[in-house]
Nanobody
Framework: QVQLVESGGGLVQPGGSLRLSCAAS????????MGWYRQAPGKQRELVAT???????NYAESVKGRFTISRDNAKNTVSLLMNSLKPEDTAVYYC??????????????WGQGTQVTVSS
């Protein structure tokens, strides 16, 4: 059983910053890719950023240069520092991991989501 617990969402003014954090747990589980997706009202869920265990990162074009993903493999945590936030960043942000007992037994897991609202 894999659990993802998110924290750090909220309301912020345009140009402001927020940090999202996610802690993953699961006995006998290896966490491969970890990261964040988001879903705005009326839109599909989209990639924000992901990181592999050796810290290879992937960012959506819309957040490059503003968001930074980091992970701590020892603690199974992943964080997203969001700077220069824009109203269009408003969405529910979901922690994500691709995990399993081995690389041959993996699936995707999602957190419950945390709301980020960028508004003046």
């Amino acid at each position: 059983q894999v659990q993802l617990v998110e924290s750090g969402g909220g309301l912020v003014q345009p140009g402001g910053s927020l940090r999202l954090s996610c802690a993953a747990s699961g006995s006998g589980i290896n966490f491969y890719s970890m990261g964040w997706y988001r879903q705005a009202p009326g839109k599909q869920r989209e990639l924000v950023a992901t990181a592999t265990p050796n810290s290879v990162t992937n960012y959506a074009e819309s957040v490059k240069g503003r968001f930074t993903i980091s992970r701590d493999n020892a603690k199974n945590t992943v964080s997203l520092l969001m700077n220069s936030l824009k109203p269009e960043d408003t969405a529910v942000y979901y922690c994500y991991t691709r995990a399993g007992p081995s690389i041959f037994q993996i699936r995707d897991y999602w957190g419950q989501g945390t709301q980020v609202t960028v508004s003046s």
